[in-house]
T-cell receptor, first 113, second 112 residues
Framework: AQSVAQPEDQVNVAEGNPLTVKCTYSVSGNPYLFWYVQYPNRGLQFLLKYITGDNLVKGSYGFEAEFNKSQTSFHLKKPSALVSDSALYFCAVRDKGDDKIIFGKGTRLHILP | DGGITQSPKYLFRKEGQNVTLSCEQNLNHDAMYWYRQDPGQGLRLIYYSQIVNDFQKGDIAEGYSVSREKKESFPLTVTSAQKNPTAFYLC???????????FGPGTRLTVL
């Protein structure tokens, strides 16, 4: 069965520093991987996805994510954090042979001014 | 302006009542979804629909019902059989089933 884990409930980063939000997954086949962001009392917004091809995926708002097949990870990164990046981030995975997406429990990112 | 709308934003229900949450999209997407979000639990899939007049149960369908009579609309009814309905409900749509999803702003349901 497919699964996704976000090992950190919360990540604190100083403004201007690089940020990383971690995600690991488990699927039986090849994965589709997604990152979403949620601001308070709002729906989720799509940031980026990995389907196939380059392991480094670039997305919205300067975010990028690196697909690492050997470590089964898809960490979200940004070179320089902004206070406005503070939000709840969700990683999601879909097995290409399945018709379900599984969401992680979310990581709350705090960017400190 | 394309997007997904959900109404109402806040909903209060007395125990024993059924309530219906609205979800409308004008993105011309075939697939639509309902998720429930509880603190610390991520999103859990309630129901999804790939095409009009067809829908499938997700992981937590008990106590919920849906219909898909129009491509644009996917209302969710929370019935009195749902034992713990207080939660934040999110509707989403996608071009094809389980591709990248676009989410509505959510409805917060509170049972009094």
């Amino acid at each position: 069965a497919q699964s996704v884990a976000q090992p950190e409930d919360q990540v604190n980063v100083a403004e201007g520093n690089p940020l990383t939000v971690k995600c690991t997954y488990s699927v039986s086949g090849n994965p589709y991987l997604f990152w979403y962001v949620q601001y308070p009392n709002r729906g989720l917004q799509f940031l980026l996805k990995y389907i196939t091809g380059d392991n480094l995926v670039k997305g919205s708002y300067g975010f990028e994510a690196e697909f690492n097949k050997s470590q089964t990870s898809f960490h979200l990164k940004k070179p320089s954090a902004l206070v406005s990046d503070s939000a709840l981030y969700f990683c999601a995975v879909r097995d290409k042979g399945d018709d379900k997406i599984i969401f992680g429990k979310g990581t709350r990112l705090h960017i400190l001014p | 302006d394309g997007g997904i709308t959900q109404s109402p934003k806040y909903l209060f229900r007395k125990e024993g009542q059924n309530v219906t949450l609205s979800c409308e999209q004008n993105l011309n997407h075939d697939a639509m979804y309902w998720y429930r979000q509880d603190p610390g639990q991520g999103l859990r899939l309630i129901y999804y629909s790939q095409i009009v007049n067809d829908f499938q149960k997700g992981d937590i369908a008990e106590g919920y019902s849906v219909s898909r009579e129009k491509k644009e609309s996917f209302p969710l009814t929370v019935t009195s059989a749902q034992k713990n309905p207080t939660a934040f409900y999110l509707c989403a749509s996608s071009q094809a089933v389980f591709h990248e999803q676009f989410f509505g702003p959510g409805t917060r349901l509170t049972v009094l």
